[in-house]
């Protein structure tokens, strides 16, 4: 049995992850260690939470003493740490917390993975310390046109696959980290700890850089949950700058059979990027959020259009996002399972059957923060 540590498993992509472990590999003991901050919810994990290989811990990651009692009691072979503060609006806010949780956290876990494992005869062996991280640590990149075709234009990646994109550069491996955000920034500095962990003594770790995630669980402050239930309720659709800004969307499932398939086969000390080669204009899929989700209401298509509502741009608004994630075809023959008008239409499908989900988080506390924090839109 193997014992493996999934940090912010209650949140979005972490209740994905959990998931398909725990109904996967009967064999694990999967034990999922979150503080449950306003975006963690056991609601999220409900079909599971009874399985006898499943374990949830409410601990604080940058509590270093719990975590090292966690590590001692459950004899740990593996971490895949997605425990993290994730909303750039937010850190625009209130930086410090993404220091505390993003790098503290971040070196609290490695610290108690190192003093344990090094302790045992076999040491590193048949162990993993698995970052996931994000694309925008690389910075922003431009809406160029390499030859005066009006973008979006068809490129070919280097696997050979053609797709769309707005430029003609793309997120790489062994491009240099520009974050621009103090989320992106958080990020980027936990990813060179990880690997100064390996680099210094040799601990087993593999980092993953993941383009914009969408699909069931996602917290209502993120674009597309947040778009979903405005439209349903016709509150307005706060679009910022001119909706110009360009993010590469990828479905959550693709990403957690990707974060799998690198745990399990993944080459130690390297990184990978995921992406789903699927870029879209901000406006562009509002609008084919908009229109999904008057279909499926039963109202006619487009008839909430006149929900956009443009404000004021976010601060250092990084203005496009598109991965390469070749390599990860390549060398481990992982690929986007499903086309994006699939995803949108299951996503939205499943924000509107599971309308308690939403009401339970939007009520109470959480709509105060958050007119607070945005006012009252
Ligand atoms: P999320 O905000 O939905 O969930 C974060 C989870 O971490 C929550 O359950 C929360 O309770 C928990 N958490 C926060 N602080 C904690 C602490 N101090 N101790 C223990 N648990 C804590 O985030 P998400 O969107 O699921 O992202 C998960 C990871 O994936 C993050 O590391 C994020 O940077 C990365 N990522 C996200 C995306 C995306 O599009 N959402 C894309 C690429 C990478
Ligand atoms: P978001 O879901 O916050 O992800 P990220 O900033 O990590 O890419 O935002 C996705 C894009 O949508 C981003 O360009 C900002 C934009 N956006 C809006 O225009 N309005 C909104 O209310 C939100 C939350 C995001």
């Known amino acids: 049995m193997k014992n493996i540590i999934i940090t912010g498993g209650a949140g ?58 966690i590590f001692k009691k459950y004899n740990v072979d593996g971490v895949i740490h997605l425990a993290a503060e994730s909303h750039v ?60 075709i009006e973008p979006p234009f068809t490129t070919k990646a280097s696997s ?95 990403h957690a059979r990707a974060i799998d398939l690198i745990f399990h086969k993944g080459t130690i000390a390297e990184t990978y990027n995921i992406g789903g080669f699927n870029e879209w204009k901000n406006i562009d899929i509002i609008k084919v959020v908009i229109n999904t989700v008057d279909r499926l209401l039963g109202r006619k298509e487009g008839e909430d259009m006149d929900l956009i509502t443009y404000v004021t741009d976010r601060a250092g608004h990084d203005m496009r996002y598109a991965i390469d994630s070749s390599k990860l075809q390549r060398e481990l023959g992982w690929e986007p399972s499903l086309q994006f008008e699939e995803g949108i239409e299951k996503t939205v499908k499943w924000y509107l059957e599971n309308q308690a989900w939403m009401d339970n988080i939007t009520s109470g506390e959480y709509e105060k923060y958050y007119e607070s924090m945005y006012g009252n839109r």
């Open 12 to 69: 979005f992509i972490g209740s994905h992850v959990v998931r398909l472990f725990v109904n996967k590999y009967p064999d694990y003991h999967i034990i999922n260690v979150d503080k449950l901050t306003y975006a963690g919810n056991l609601a999220n994990l409900k079909d599971i939470e009874d399985k006898p290989n499943y374990t949830f811990v409410k601990a604080d990651i940058c509590d270093f003493e719990t975590i090292m009692g």
């Open 89 to 148: 609006d937010r850190s625009i806010k209130d930086p410090f917390t993404f220091a505390q949780t993003n790098v503290m956290g971040t070196l609290s876990m490695l610290q108690a993975a190192k003093l344990t494992w090094e302790q045992i005869p076999e040491k590193w062996e048949g162990k993993r310390f698995y970052h996931i991280s994000t694309d925008e640590v690389y910075g922003a990149l431009e809406m160029t046109d390499p030859e005066g």
């Open 160 to 254: 050979g696959k053609h797709h769309l994109a707005y430029g003609s550069k793309f997120f790489t491996e062994d491009l240099k980290y520009m974050p621009h955000s103090p989320y992106s920034a958080s990020k980027a500095s936990s990813d060179h700890f990880v690997r100064a962990f390996h680099d210094t003594y040799g601990m087993p770790t593999i980092v993953t850089n993941c383009s914009n995630n969408y699909g069931p669980y996602q917290f209502p402050e993120k674009l597309i949950p947040l778009f979903i239930n405005n439209i349903r309720h016709r509150k307005p659709l706060p679009v910022y700058g001119k909706g110009e800004n360009v993010r590469d969307w990828l479905y959550v499932e693709d």
